[in-house]
């Protein structure tokens, strides 16, 4: 049956019956419980579903549709591709044009000591690639001992196994025997919720680099293999990190001889205004974990890309032991390669990066000038075309709304109902904000002026409840 022949309902119930949804009630969806929005179409930074409803999304589906919706030449690259060559592997030195000329842009867009790229197809494997590379690499140069993965806190690396066990976040653990006791994690970098009375975010950061450093004496520094980290942390709040945090970081990491694996996901490709967040904040990765902005979400890539301390090491184990036995049937996918590089020609020409600079201070600047000081907003945050408020039943104390009241949740549904589209975080009650990098300051004034009538739709039924 063709698609257009199905009405709304009918694709309801068929999406009921037969699709297994991430993160989901699962029962309450199959009983038609939950909301069952059909995505329908997109142009620029819209989307609408199949009855008509229009919004823009405040969310660019998961801080991922950088370039916007319908961009024209990703598509149309995406189409030459596939007349010509849909897909060939990359196994045992075969290439691709495509997968060829994409890793030399992506080594080059990065910089600085990268070496080679991995490609796959989620973060979540790229990152599962980065701790089987730390662990190989380790093993050549004679330390089977060193392996333990030091992360943080409301960190989120992906929801495999490993990767599962190092994202900092209980809904990811729980009744999945997760976290694996290979992986450790440490303090949270959020100096609004983190911080002692006092204490200066320079202050702060001292502090988090001295609880990793204590982290890494108790296990052993012989025994801790990478450190990984957002330079921005994404799916826990979308928060920046305090001043001075990531120079901290690095010189108890050069200390101990611990590799940084710099998971750039939501930050890579211009979120921040800078190429990579890790460019931002000074960090000096040894491996960069990417995906999203890479090809802006039109076909599934992510990458793993190697520094020279890494790879030198890498192309020793293959001296001694032969091939590297690692790889996934759809490593360097020749049409999903060739997205990602008239992506990156496309970041390039539109010079994202300049209007990210631009508008994402304005951005922020009008998101507190509207939201702070209003008497359940603890904190409004972002960097670049990343931003975040969270709500506080008492903001100068700092005290949280009980969770079973989902303020979140309910302003994520308030502000939908003003036809901005935003993300009520997991961890605590927020509402994050990731945009397509392409947004104009009167877009931005559109989800500004309908987040605040939200929270205020929010906070008054709150009120009549008596819950405040």
Not at 229 to 244: A, M
């Amino acid at each position: 049956m063709a698609l257009s022949n199905l009405g709304t309902a009918q694709i309801q119930e068929k999406d009921r019956n037969y699709v297994f949804h991430p993160s989901t009630h699962l029962a309450k969806h199959s009983r038609g419980e939950t909301p069952n929005r059909v995505m329908a179409g997109a142009e620029g930074v819209y989307i609408w579903d199949t009855e008509g409803r229009k919004s823009l999304d405040g969310f660019g589906g998961l801080y991922c549709v950088n370039m916007g919706y319908g961009c024209k030449e990703i598509a149309d690259a995406i189409s030459e591709q596939a007349h010509e060559l849909p897909f060939s592997h990359v196994y045992a030195s075969q290439s691709t044009k495509a997968v060829t000329l994409l890793a030399e842009a992506v080594v080059e867009y990065f910089g600085e000591n990268m070496r080679r790229v991995y490609f796959g197809l989620s973060g979540s494997d790229a990152n599962e690639t980065n701790i089987k590379l730390v662990w190989y690499y380790n093993n050549i140069l004679g330390r089977p001992a060193k392996k333990k993965i030091i992360s943080r806190q409301r960190g989120y690396h992906g929801s495999g196994l490993i990767t599962g066990s190092m994202t900092g976040l209980a809904f990811f653990h729980n009744h999945f025997d997760l976290p694996l006791d290979i992986v450790r994690h440490t303090t949270t970098p959020h100096w609004y919720r983190q911080a002692q009375e006092g204490e200066t975010e320079e202050a702060f950061s001292r502090r988090c680099a001295a609880e990793l450093e204590a982290l890494i004496l108790a296990e052993g520094p012989e025994t801790v293999g990478a450190f990984i980290g957002e330079p921005v942390l994404g799916t826990g709040g979308i928060v920046p990190p305090p001043k001075g945090y990531w120079v901290e970081i690095q010189a108890v990491l050069d200390k101990y001889d611990i590799l940084l694996i710099a998971d750039e996901v939501v930050t890579g490709f211009g979120r921040t205004g800078e190429k990579f967040g890790s460019h931002l904040y000074g960090m000096r990765p040894d491996l960069v974990t990417i995906a999203k902005g890479l090809s802006s979400a039109y076909l599934p890539i992510s990458g793993s890309i190697i520094g020279e301390r890494v790879w030198s090491v890498l192309e020793q184990g293959s001296e001694k032991f032969g091939p590297l036995g690692h790889g996934w049937t759809y490593s360097g996918h020749t049409l999903c390669a060739a997205a990602a590089l008239a992506n990156i020609k496309v970041l390039r020409e539109r010079n994202i990066l300049e209007h990210v600079r631009d508008v994402g201070p304005y951005w922020l600047e009008q998101m507190k000038s509207k939201l702070e000081g209003h008497p359940m907003v603890g904190e409004v945050r972002g960097i670049g075309i990343l931003s975040a408020v969270e709500f506080m039943r008492d903001p100068a104390k700092r005290v949280p709304f009980d969770v079973s009241l989902q303020v979140g949740v309910r302003a994520a549904a308030a502000l939908l109902e003003n036809g901005v589209i935003a993300r009520a975080m997991p961890h605590a009650d927020t509402l994050g904000f990731a945009p397509p990098l392409i947004i104009k300051k009167e877009e931005i004034d559109i989800i500004v002026d309908a987040t605040a009538r939200a929270v205020d739709t929010t906070f008054k039924a709150l009120q009549g409840e008596g819950s405040l």
